[in-house]
């Protein structure tokens, strides 16, 4: 000041003093805000989720919205109309896969529910300057090796403060999720799949919500922040399969991949097990970048899927995988069940049906059930038509299956021979376009015309036409008449089975393993269903009338529900089915 003025401060310690003091009370001041904002409320479950939550003290919950709470505005005002100034969203939801939440640029390090988490702020500084608007959001995002997604939003309409962040920190930290297997010890995971192998112990780990799959699931962080899960999920080889053709019809099944666009790798690890290592070939885009397999025996194979999303996630995801896959042993484990009375079973069950044939289950009746589903994506439709052909059951079945979803829809029907041994299956995807007409995606058709000849299937695509044909085994049972397998494991008919089946999507015969679950809250029958060539779990509940009743799957549960409430859900269904019954589908 002296060499611009001229003056001298009259007082400079004083200066200095008052200075001091003022720094002191702005951060006491401070301090005591962020002490009144860091107290919490109670826990409290948040409905329809298995969230448990503390929310900031004197927030309200939003009676219309319960996974919401806000801060109210000043009695005499609202802000700009709206009746709140500050905002905290809590939601839950479950995938099917990992899927990584680093999805922005400027994605912080953070943790939510004792996970590693990402949080971004939106919009980000630059833009908030450049839109002169105070309002701003935080978000962070955690997601469990398995799948669970749990997000926490702070919406601020006067700017985000230190205090703001430092309140979001407390907050996250007492999120509990109250979902089984989300979030175990590595240990325990490990010993659920019936694996052991070394990993690191960054790493952390989660099991499928039911005890009787032996899977695990293991996830790393780059950075601090969630990218990339592997699967160890033990699976079986069954009626001559090998690991090339699990990893083949999964490529099929899951991918829609053929032979020509992957590229399959395998070699003989010392101690005998064979190890094979599927990947894609070109562009992919698929929340499963890979699958690393590891068989000892028939009865000691694992898949292992590597969840990634970011080339460098894919990097690290597939080291992860190929270090596992090179070291994983297999110990004893009670939810793994024996192989060879597993397959004997299924032959017997299978011989049962054909003997029977469908008739003493679904006897002369036409059945029409309509199912919906909830997915993070949006609702599914499905309606499920199955009557005698022309009446007459000793001509065997046929059927009609519906499949609506946002974007397109499927249609599939078929015929079964009255011994459940013949069948025919046509499926039709088509896409629907922004104007609303729709396009034929994919065409499939799946054939076995005599009882003992093999099984052909055609699949035509924009990538051109594909032709196979394979011989099945005597555990085969086409999949409209796999529903009746179902049934009768799910009512205790027969124990714990293999049997063999197909998908048109898939490019040969694969085999399913059927368990026997306790009833639900209902008292409905429920059976557990796996895939050797994908083994997560869906369960399958079944009515007195041995009709399906509902599916629980990992990421959505499908309900048998009335017409009219899968109208509402999408109102051209029924111009859908009415094209659907033609001789010729438009």
């Given at each position: 000041m002296e060499v611009y003025t001229g003056a001298k401060p009259g007082r400079p310690t004083l200066a200095l003093v008052m200075t001091a003091?003022?720094?002191?009370?702005?951060?006491?001041?401070?301090?005591?805000?962020?002490?009144?904002?860091?107290?919490?409320?109670?826990?409290?479950?948040?409905?329809?989720?298995?969230?448990?939550?503390?929310?900031?003290?004197?927030?309200?919950?939003?009676?219309?919205?319960?996974?919401?709470?806000?801060?109210p505005a000043p009695t005499d005002r609202s802000w700009r109309g709206i009746p709140f100034t500050k905002q905290i969203t809590f939601e839950y939801h479950r995938l099917s896969d990992f899927i990584s939440p680093v999805t922005y640029e400027r994605s912080a390090p953070a943790s939510l529910a004792g996970l590693p988490a990402v949080q971004t702020r939106l919009p980000d500084e630059e833009e908030q300057t450049r839109r002169r608007n105070a309002a701003q959001v935080i978000e962070r995002v955690a997601v469990s090796?398995?799948?669970?997604?749990?997000?926490v939003e702070?919406?601020?309409?006067?700017?985000?403060?230190?205090?703001?962040?430092?309140?979001?920190?407390?907050?996250?930290?007492s999120v509990r999720v109250e979902a089984p297997g989300m979030s175990v010890k590595p240990a325990d995971a490990l010993a659920r799949a019936g694996?052991?192998?070394?990993?690191?112990?960054?790493?952390?780990?989660?099991?499928?919500?039911?005890?009787?799959?032996?899977?695990?699931?293991?996830?790393?962080?780059?950075?601090?922040?969630?990218?990339w899960s592997v699967g160890i999920m033990r699976t079986w080889l069954a009626h001559k399969r090998t690991l090339v053709n699990l990893l083949e019809d999964f490529a099929s099944l899951h991918w829609g991949?053929?032979?020509?666009?992957?590229?399959?790798?395998?070699?003989?690890?010392?101690?005998?097990?064979?190890?094979?290592?599927?990947?894609?070939?070109?562009?992919?885009?698929?929340?499963?970048?890979?699958?690393?397999?590891?068989?000892?025996?028939?009865?000691?194979?694992?898949?292992?899927?590597?969840?990634?999303?970011?080339?460098?996630?894919?990097?690290?995801?597939?080291?992860?995988?190929?270090?596992l896959a090179g070291a994983l042993s297999f110990t004893e484990a009670g939810n793994v069940p024996s192989l060879d009375d597993a397959v004997a079973?299924?032959?017997?069950?299978?011989?049962?049906?054909?003997?029977?044939?469908?008739?003493?289950?679904?006897?002369?009746?036409?059945?029409?059930?309509?199912?919906?589903?909830?997915?993070?994506?949006?609702?599914?439709?499905?309606?499920?038509?199955?009557?005698?052909?022309?009446?007459?059951?000793?001509?065997?079945?046929?059927?009609?299956?519906?499949?609506?979803y946002a974007g397109g829809y499927e249609i599939s029907r078929w015929q079964l021979g009255p011994n459940a041994r013949t069948f025919l299956d046509i499926e039709e995807t088509r896409a629907q376009t922004?104007?609303?007409?729709?396009?034929?995606?994919?065409?499939?058709?799946?054939?076995?015309?005599?009882?003992?000849?093999?099984?052909t299937q055609v699949v035509a695509d924009d990538a051109g036409e594909s032709r196979t044909s394979f011989e099945p085994g005597p555990a085969f049972l086409p999949s409209a008449a796999v529903e009746l397998a179902q049934y009768q494991v799910a009512t205790g008919q027969c124990g714990t089975c293999i049997?063999?089946?197909?998908?048109?999507?898939?490019?040969?015969?694969?085999?399913?393993?059927?368990?026997?679950?306790?009833?639900?809250?209902?008292?409905?029958?429920?059976?557990?269903?796996?895939?050797?060539?994908?083994?997560?779990?869906?369960?399958?509940?079944?009515?007195?009338?041995?009709?399906?009743?509902?599916i629980d799957f990992a990421d959505v549960l499908v309900r048998r529900v009335t017409e009219e409430e899968a109208v509402r859900r999408f109102p051209e269904l029924p111009a859908i089915e009415a094209w659907s019954t033609r001789q010729d589908t438009p």
């Open positions: 003091i003022a720094l002191v009370l702005a951060l006491g001041l401070a301090w005591l805000q962020l002490s009144g904002r860091r107290a919490l409320q109670d826990e409290t479950a948040i409905d329809g989720t298995p969230l448990v939550v503390r929310p900031p003290r004197d927030w309200l919950r939003n009676e219309q919205e319960p996974g919401k709470f806000f801060l090796p398995r799948g669970d997604v749990i997000r702070l919406q601020t309409l006067t700017g985000v403060t230190m205090a703001d962040v430092a309140l979001l920190d407390v907050v996250a930290d694996v052991t192998v070394p990993i690191d112990a960054s790493w952390v780990a989660a099991v499928p919500t039911y005890d009787e799959v032996a899977a695990c699931y293991v996830g790393g962080s780059i950075e601090g922040m969630p990218v991949r053929a032979p020509r666009e992957i590229s399959i790798e395998t070699f003989t690890r010392d101690d005998g097990a064979v190890v094979a290592h599927l990947r894609p070939l070109g562009q992919h885009r698929h929340p499963i970048a890979g699958v690393w397999a590891v068989a000892r025996s028939d009865s000691q194979v694992a898949l292992l899927p590597v969840y990634a999303n970011l080339e460098i996630a894919i990097r690290a995801g597939d080291a992860a995988a190929e270090r079973a299924g032959r017997e069950l299978v011989e049962t049906i054909q003997r029977k044939g469908p008739l003493p289950w679904w006897g002369r009746r036409t059945a029409r059930d309509y199912y919906i589903g909830q997915t993070p994506r949006g609702s599914r439709v499905w309606v499920a038509v199955r009557a005698p052909i022309a009446g007459d059951s000793a001509r065997g079945y046929e059927g009609l299956l519906i499949d609506r922004a104007l609303g007409a729709t396009r034929i995606e994919r065409k499939a058709r799946a054939e076995r015309a005599t009882p003992t000849g093999n099984v049997i063999e089946t197909s998908q048109l999507r898939g490019r040969g015969g694969y085999t399913c393993l059927l368990r026997p679950m306790p009833p639900d809250a209902d008292g409905r029958a429920r059976v557990l269903v796996q895939d050797d060539l994908m083994p997560l779990p869906s369960v399958h509940v079944f009515d007195d009338a041995a009709e399906l009743a509902a």
